[in-house]
């Protein structure tokens, strides 16, 4: 039986597991993300208890994800600052001595749903996450998008809302992109109160569902994914997503002649079929290309 290891690293945890080639999970263990000093050694020891073939990591970002780059396998820079300039591929590649590949984690988590959850069957799809942060990972034919670097949905630039009490957003680096205006933090530092605690019929609900609908609106137009499906923590709020629906519609007015949009996009931007299961399956999905 071929074992591959996958590795979904986030900022606060690291969930690591080992699967078989149907992707049945063998054993899996989830770890604090400490410094890489601490951290680093301990999933390479977790990975060294199993003969694995390939393994598959899908990390937080900025990554440098160009294979011509001297920092290839890189992160960059993030507001994790001990784990800025971390060699994160090489780590493990020379530790485990395996075949091993690199993605961001939305990426990762796309790819998951597009081989295997809410866009099986489709080329491809847009996988957004909201909640500590929003990212975005995309799918074209088959296989994650990369260019210059790789998609940073979190920080498209929206316009601010007239009935935002903090339309610059808190982002530090962009005034009122996605991230600084509809993540969960965000949510928190403008009206005082979580994400989790704020009441259903909140105002706070409709704006947010106004930003991520100009999310999908400006991925629709910019990009034209089979499927845009929305994860992460704030998409756990009951009613959110058809409010999301209702106003990408809106936005759009009428511009996009497809069936999906015709349907009113309720098949269209969808919460993710592989539950919470998207990014290690994603992983699993990158060692086994890894392995060959
Ligand atoms: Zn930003």
């Known amino acids: 039986m071929k ?22 999970e063998i054993s899996r263990t989830i770890l604090p993300t400490l410094t890489p000093q601490e951290t680093l050694p301990a999933m390479i020891a977790f990975f060294r208890e199993h003969p694995l073939c390939g393994l598959g990591i899908g990390c937080f970002g900025p990554l440098d994800l160009n294979p011509a780059s001297p920092a290839f396998g890189t992160i960059l820079q993030t507001p994790k600052l001990a784990w800025r300039g971390v060699p994160i591929l090489k780590a493990f590649r020379e530790a485990l001595d395996i075949p091993a590949a690199l993605d961001t984690d939305v990426n990762a988590a796309a790819l998951a749903e597009a081989k295997l959850g809410a866009a099986k069957g489709l080329s491809g799809c847009l996988y957004l996450t909201v909640g500590t942060g929003i990212g975005g990972g995309l799918i074209v034919n088959g296989g994650p998008v990369h260019g210059l670097t790789h998609p940073e949905f979190g920080h498209l630039l929206l316009a601010p809302e007239a009935d935002d009490p903090a339309p610059e957003g808190f982002c530090p680096s962009h005034a009122h992109c996605a991230e600084g205006l509809a993540s969960g933090p965000a949510i928190e530092k403008r009206w005082g109160i979580s994400a989790r605690e704020l009441p259903p019929g909140h105002p706070a609900w409709d704006l947010e569902a106004r930003y991520l609908a100009q999310v999908c609106a400006d991925a629709m137009l910019a990009l034209s994914p089979e499927k845009i499906i929305l994860g992460g923590g704030v998409m756990h709020r009951e009613g959110l997503l058809p409010l999301i629906r209702k106003h990408t519609l809106r936005l759009l007015n009428g511009y996009i002649s497809a069936p999906a949009v015709e349907n009113g996009l309720a098949d269209y931007i969808v919460s993710p079929g592989l539950g919470d299961r998207s990014g290690i399956l994603g992983a699993w999905l990158l060692g086994l290309s890894a392995a060959g």
Do not use: I, Q, R
Request: proline share 0%; charged share 15%; glycine share 18%.
């Open 3 to 24: 074992l591959y290891g996958a590795l979904e690293a986030g900022g606060t945890k690291m969930v690591l597991a080992v699967l078989d080639s149907c992707g049945n």
